[in-house]
């Protein structure tokens, strides 16, 4: 782990066992379609403190408007479909047909969660992601119309935050994920933030606190 772009490992498998065990300890897949399973912990790691949430202006004023409507767990297999095929189309993505197949897994056995943003009965942004102790490990995220995955965002982290999460993991720096907040930490700090939210290394973690009751589809 002393490489600072935080590759670990080549292959292995998707399974649920080695992806919960993975990200309970920092770790995460990412990899082109072409390429064997690589594993990462990148130092430094990019996060959002709930609390540091950056809403600019014109982003609150598109909130205040209610411009879009906003769900959670309501059409996981939606998002992260959604998130491969934009990407796709671009410059390419990491969300392979198996990793699409893999997280459902975990949606379906409480562990992966989306946040999906509608207007007009359509989907035009979302994101997804982990959800482990008071720890969120963001995936991806997508919008087919403009601020619709901001909003999808900032709702998660305020929803978030008035949970107590301790912390919400971006992976890797970007001019977006910075605009709303987001900034550079220590690998090390990282991972003693996991402990202390409650995220242990296991191959079969409990599900995260900070989804408990959320009802399916339930609107905000």
């Not at 082109?32 to 130092?43: E, F, G, R, T, V």
């Not at 979302?126 to 601020?147: K, W």
Request: hydrophobic share 45%; net charge positive.
């Amino acid at each position: 782990m002393a490489e600072p772009d935080g590759l670990l490992a080549v292959g292995g498998d998707l399974s649920p066992a080695r992806l919960l065990l993975a990200y309970s300890m920092g770790i995460f897949p990412w990899f082109n379609a072409q390429d064997p399973i690589l594993w990462w912990s990148p130092d430094p790691r990019c996060v959002l403190e709930p609390a540091e949430l950056h809403v600019s202006a014109s982003l609150a004023k598109v909130l205040r408007k209610g411009v879009f409507s906003v769900t959670f767990d309501r059409a996981f297999r939606e998002v992260i479909t959604a998130c491969r095929t934009l990407r796709e189309a671009g410059a390419g993505t990491w969300i392979t047909p198996e990793m699409v197949a893999a997280y459902c897994r975990l949606h379906e056995m409480g562990f992966a969660h989306s946040v999906e943003c509608w207007r007009d009965g359509e989907l035009v942004g979302g994101l997804y992601g982990v959800s482990l102790g008071r720890c969120f490990f963001g995936e991806s995220m997508f919008h087919r119309a403009s601020n619709a995955s901001k909003v999808a965002f900032v709702t998660l982290v305020r929803m978030l935050a008035k949970r107590s999460c301790e912390l919400i993991d971006c992976q890797l720096s970007n001019p977006h994920l910075e605009s709303l907040g987001a900034r550079g930490i220590s690998r090390q700090a990282f991972l003693a933030r996991l402990r202390r939210g409650g995220v242990a290394p296991s191959i079969r973690p409990l599900p995260g606190e900070l989804f408990p009751e959320r009802k399916m589809g339930e609107c905000l």
